[in-house]
């Protein structure tokens, strides 16, 4: 058995076919623009390329720098394409339990997707994840997806709480800000943190374990520079929008 063989678990063969259907189920109630689903089908697609591909066995047992991008897919990348994926009819029908809508608030949602996101990176928790794969791992990767849809909920949709533009940018600045320093820390410390990798079976890719982490932490800043920058640029720039407009008609009223 290879560095580079498939590996099917309960993440490919459970979850996202389950998650598919309840969504096709779903858009034929609440219809949605085919740019909104081409984003839940990019969210799955990403989920399965990093846990069935060989990218799920890189991760787990020889590179942390490929674990560290399967990281990042499931706590930023899915868990956005899929919010993004639910027409507003359903996303607004789907926030009505007390729970959920506590578990979507800006107050709640990002500070705990940012603890989360914080504590499985601390070397222990890592290393003890990987390796009990079954079990402590799973969960990891469902706590990166469901605190990521937490985070991303209220910023893209209105209900059950319904933000500003300029409050939906300051939080993806504040997801950015708070969140980026973890890559940082990976790429800048010293020495090799994570003893699971240390010890991998196979040196990969000419990498030793101080490179493999340099560069996981370089492309994991790099990353959320990109996603985060870009998510702000777009809020931020619908705001100055609305100012303008606003501007526009308070002159006009003046006018009058």
């Given at each position: 058995m290879g560095p580079y063989r498939w590996s099917w678990n309960a993440e490919a063969l459970v979850v996202v076919p389950a998650l598919v259907?309840?969504?096709?189920?779903?858009?034929?109630?609440?219809?949605?623009?085919?740019?909104?689903?081409?984003?839940?089908?990019?969210?799955?697609?990403?989920?399965?390329?990093?846990?069935?591909?060989?990218?799920e066995t890189l991760a787990v047992n020889y590179l942390l720098v490929v674990h560290l991008l399967q990281n990042v897919v499931l706590a930023e990348w899915a868990p956005l394409l899929a919010v993004l994926g639910l027409p507003p009819a359903l996303a607004g029908r789907l926030p009505r339990p007390r729970a959920v809508r506590v578990?979507?608030?800006?107050?709640?949602?990002?500070?705990?997707?940012?603890a989360n996101y914080m504590l499985w990176h601390l070397p222990w928790a890592y290393d003890t994840a990987l390796e009990n794969p079954h079990t402590l791992l799973h969960l990891e990767h469902a706590l990166y997806?469901?605190?990521?849809?937490?985070?991303?909920?209220?910023?893209?949709?209105?209900?059950?709480?319904?933000?500003?533009?300029?409050?939906?940018?300051?939080?993806?600045?504040?997801?950015?800000?708070?969140?980026?320093?973890?890559?940082?820390?990976?790429?800048?410390?010293?020495?090799?943190?994570?003893?699971?990798?240390?010890?991998?079976?196979?040196?990969l890719w000419g990498l030793d374990p101080l490179e493999d982490q340099q560069l996981g932490g370089i492309l994991m800043s790099v990353e959320q520079a990109i996603v985060f920058f870009a998510v702000f640029a777009y809020f931020f720039l619908r705001f100055l929008a609305e100012e303008e407009r606003r501007e526009e008609l308070h002159e006009e009223g003046l006018a009058e």
């Open positions: 259907v309840a969504y096709v189920y779903a858009v034929r109630r609440y219809p949605a623009p085919a740019w909104r689903v081409a984003c839940f089908a990019a969210a799955m697609a990403l989920v399965l390329a990093v846990t069935i591909t060989p990218l578990a979507t608030h800006p107050a709640v949602a990002l500070p705990v997707w940012l997806f469901v605190t990521g849809v937490a985070m991303w909920w209220s910023i893209v949709h209105d209900a059950p709480h319904r933000l500003g533009t300029g409050t939906r940018a300051g939080l993806v600045f504040a997801a950015f800000v708070l969140g980026s320093p973890i890559g940082l820390v990976i790429a800048l410390v010293p020495e090799a943190i994570y003893d699971f990798y240390v010890n991998a079976p196979e040196r």
